[in-house]
């Protein structure tokens, strides 16, 4: 049993950074954490992904603004958002118990609430 609690989202204007954090009430050393993304009408979009040795992947789209991290003994994971975009307003989702790195909503097992994020013009 895992809860996952989202914190850091809000209004940010286009070119602004935000930072993300999800803490986790179980432990996450074993397990692949990582962030997805959905707007209204669209599907759930995979921004990032962490593994459990630290291993990183991202999602097209946030390739190179985008950085997450992660602090097995704190059992939190974060999300830096850097050179915000339009584009990004979404509500965003931590997702933990993950049994692989990857970009596959499947693989993970926990969920969080979600945290809107919001960028305008």
């Known amino acids: 049993q895992v809860q996952l609690v989202e914190s850091g989202g809000g209004l940010v204007q286009a070119g602004g950074s935000l930072r993300l954090s999800c803490s986790a009430s179980?432990?996450?050393?074993?397990?692949?954490m990582g962030w997805f993304r959905q707007a209204p009408g669209k599907e759930r979009e995979f921004v990032a992904g962490?593994?459990?040795?630290?291993?990183?992947i991202y999602g097209g789209s946030v390739r190179g603004r985008f950085a997450i991290s992660r602090d097995n003994a704190k059992n939190t994971v974060y999300l830096q958002m850097n050179s915000l975009k339009p584009e990004d307003t979404a509500v965003y989702y931590c997702?933990?118990?993950?049994?692989?790195?990857?970009?596959?909503?499947?693989?993970?097992?926990?969920w969080g609430q979600g945290t809107q994020v919001t960028v305008s013009s």
């Open positions: 997702a933990g118990g993950g049994t692989g790195l990857g970009n596959s909503a499947t693989l993970y097992d926990y």
């Open positions: 962490i593994g459990p040795r630290g291993g990183t």
């Open positions: 179980g432990r996450t050393l074993y397990y692949a």
